[in-house]
């Protein structure tokens, strides 16, 4: 490479690189929205729990803070992973479940648990 000379590198982009490669737009968003901090846990804990009041997924993730548990799952909700149940009860009751798009997510999650348990042990 002649001094000076830049090195292009394509990033998240559809633009190829030299060998023809480029990433995903959607698989990007994807990762960036399942992978956000706290965001898998969540969707693992409702996963196996069904559907859960906020205490209850607070308890199963105990590092997790309220307040970022609530962004979080207010994220999702708005993405359309999680939805939100309210039950006309005194005292009333809210619970939270994956919609069908956040339990498609199951085998994806599932792989990657495997993947995790063979090369991060």
């Given amino acids: 490479m002649p001094p000076g ?13 030299v060998h023809g490669a480029h990433c995903c737009p959607r698989l ?7 992978g956000k ?3 898998g846990a ?6 196996d729990g069904g559907a859960m009041r906020f205490s209850e997924i607070a308890q199963a993730i105990p590092q997790l803070s309220d307040r970022l548990l609530s962004e ?3 994220e ?3 993405r359309g992973i999680v939805e939100r149940h309210v039950h006309a009860e005194s005292p009333v009751r809210v619970e939270y479940e994956l919609t069908e798009m956040g339990r498609e ?3 994806t999650l599932a792989e990657l648990k495997g ?7």
């Fill in 105 to 107: 997510l199951a085998p």
């Fill in 5 to 17: 000379a830049r090195r292009r590198v394509a990033v998240a982009t559809l633009e190829p690189d």
């Fill in 72 to 74: 979080r799952r207010k």
């Fill in 115 to 121: 993947w995790a348990d063979r090369w991060l042990a």
């Fill in 76 to 78: 999702l909700e708005a």
């Fill in 37 to 39: 901090r706290w965001s």
């Fill in 42 to 47: 969540i969707i693992a804990v409702l996963l």
């Fill in 28 to 34: 990007h968003e994807a990762v960036e929205l399942v």
